[in-house]
């Protein structure tokens, strides 16, 4: 069973930065897909970054366009850690961010529902 654990959530001012941080265990992740998507209250999870990787090839990474630019995934294989970095942050930014994971089988890596796994959420709450 893969565990999915987030850290780095906090409140901050707009115009900082924050970095989440996500640790996977339970199984080995040598063909894989990671990924963020975020929740506020009573709307739909909407995606924010994935990143896929397989032991042959460069990663691949996906954004949300509306925030290409300010956000950064990036994985670190040694540790089975993924991370979002976050700059700029806007008060619009504020909600629950989730980590989650999956198989590479199929495509759609910006559709909620085609994850298997999902982290307890970290909150991120940005100040005007």
């Known amino acids: 069973q893969v565990q999915l654990v987030e850290s780095g959530g906090g409140l901050v001012r707009a115009g900082d930065s924050l970095r989440l941080s996500c640790a996977a265990s339970?199984?080995?992740?040598?063909?894989?897909?990671m990924g963020w998507f975020r929740q506020a209250q009573g709307k739909e999870r909407e995606f924010v970054a994935a990143?896929?990787?397989?032991?042959?090839?460069?990663?691949?990474?996906y954004y949300a366009d509306s925030l290409m630019g300010r956000f950064t995934i990036s994985r670190d294989s040694s540790k089975n850690k993924v991370f979002l970095q976050m700059n700029t942050l806007q008060p619009e930014d504020t909600t629950t961010y989730y980590c989650?994971?999956?198989?590479?089988?199929?495509?759609?890596?910006?559709?909620?529902?085609?994850?298997?796994?999902w982290g307890q959420g970290t909150q991120v709450t940005v100040s005007s």
């Open positions: 989650t994971a999956r198989g590479t089988s199929g495509d759609r890596y910006t559709v909620a529902l085609t994850y298997s796994y």
């Open positions: 339970g199984r080995t992740f040598g063909t894989w897909a």
């Open positions: 990143i896929r990787w397989e032991a042959i090839s460069s990663d691949i990474t």
